[in-house]
Nanobody, 122 residues
Framework: VQLQASGGGLVQPGGSLRLSCAAS????????MGWYRQAPGKQRDVVAT???????NYADSVKGRFTISRDNAKNTVTLQMNSLEPEDTAVYYC?????????????????WGQGTQVTVSS
């Protein structure tokens, strides 16, 4: 499974960015799709997740500012980030929990994208 993330960049405080992530490969089904972030010197934390059943969850620090969405037909997940703050500066990673078939083996696994830098600074 390959995850291709895009949309990061440099933005001023109060600005907006939209991150997108597309999953491809021998995917049978995807359960949870989500975004995580890791700031320098800190652990990787969850930002937002979206389950197959339509349930979304957000970190308290981004509630009301970020919106996660997904397109099941295209295996994509998007994070719309508004009212960005310097504290949002981090490398953002997408992750999916997917059912795949490789070499006859069918199993569920977590798959990570390569990360995209988001910098909020004036």
């Amino acid at each position: 499974v390959q995850l291709q993330a895009s949309g990061g960049g440099l933005v001023q405080p109060g600005g907006s960015l939209r991150l997108s992530c597309a999953a491809s490969g021998n995917i049978i089904s995807i359960n949870v799709m989500g975004w995580y972030r890791q700031a320098p010197g800190k652990q990787r934390d969850v930002v937002a997740t979206f389950t197959t059943g339509g349930t979304t969850n957000y970190a308290d620090s981004v509630k009301g500012r970020f919106t996660i969405s997904r397109d099941n037909a295209k295996n994509t997940v998007t994070l719309q980030m508004n009212s960005l703050e310097p504290e949002d500066t981090a490398v953002y990673y997408c992750k999916v929990f997917a059912l795949t078939k490789v070499g006859g083996l069918v199993e569920w696994n977590d798959y990570w994208g390569q990360g995209t830098q988001v910098t909020v600074s004036s």
